[in-house]
């Protein structure tokens, strides 16, 4: 099996990936924030409807993303843990993001995300995602200004 | 390794303890909703705050949620995914639950929900877990009225 790693090197490659991530999104370059996608990736993203299938939605739903903003985007993942075996991983944190949309408004979030992957061919996939803003039963409204 | 198992081996426990999770809730058993939790479990729930740690925190959820209904909880997950390794695995899907809210509010709804197990001394436990409802970026609201 040439393509066995150790639960130690697939979370390092993991942890690269969503490196790779933080720097898509900085770069506001979609095709890099999907460069490590499954085609047949079935993703719950933040926003509405309930998911999104292929890699191209999810392709899609982060150049719009990037088209609100207006100048640079600032991201990280605030205490990423990962757990791997030597084909199968996922990982998750809070991923905190703040810049000026191009409607002027300022915006400083965080939001839940959790990442599955497979090892497929030798090669690390986000087979599912999901992204989320939790709400208050009362008004049914999430809030941009939770912090950890 | 004595706790060694398939992958095919590893989705069908998986998929038993997701199994004993709906029965749980058809049951409103909180202690039942949390028998496969690690006690460290990190969880994101539709409800704010960001993040719950511990399974006191998620159990204590649970029976908050049961205790809001009146008579039963009619739950089904829709399409669960399962992706399992020997001793790390995810399963993802659509929760789907209706009743009679205690105020006499009748819900009939869908969220997304992920679970990440890792196998610790021979039996899965959820190390993490995510359950939301995605958000119209317009009204800031989420909606109970999404359908797959």
Chains 1, 2 share one sequence.
Not at 62 to 68: I, L, M, N, R, S
Not at 74 to 81: A, D, K, N, P, R
Not at 82 to 93: I, Q, S
Request: hydrophobic share 40%; proline share 4%; charged share 25%.
């Amino acid at each position: 099996m040439a393509t066995m790693v150790t639960p130690a090197e697939a979370e390092a490659e993991i942890r690269a990936i969503m490196h790779e991530r933080i720097d898509a999104v900085r770069d506001k370059n979609a095709a890099k924030l999907v460069a490590h996608h499954a085609p047949g990736v079935l993703s719950y993203d933040l926003l509405e409807p309930l998911q999104y299938r292929g890699i191209d939605a999810v392709r899609q739903r982060g150049q719009t993303w990037f088209d609100g903003y207006d100048g640079p985007i600032v991201y990280e993942i605030v205490g990423l843990q990962v757990v791997a075996a030597f084909d199968v991983a996922f990982c998750y944190g809070l991923h905190r993001v703040s810049g000026t949309t191009k409607g002027g408004r300022k915006i400083d979030m965080h939001w839940r995300a959790t990442q599955g992957f497979q090892r497929i061919d030798g090669a690390w996939r986000i087979v599912h995602e999901h992204a989320s803003i939790p709400f208050d039963m009362n008004t049914g409204k999430v809030s941009f200004e939770l912090k950890p």
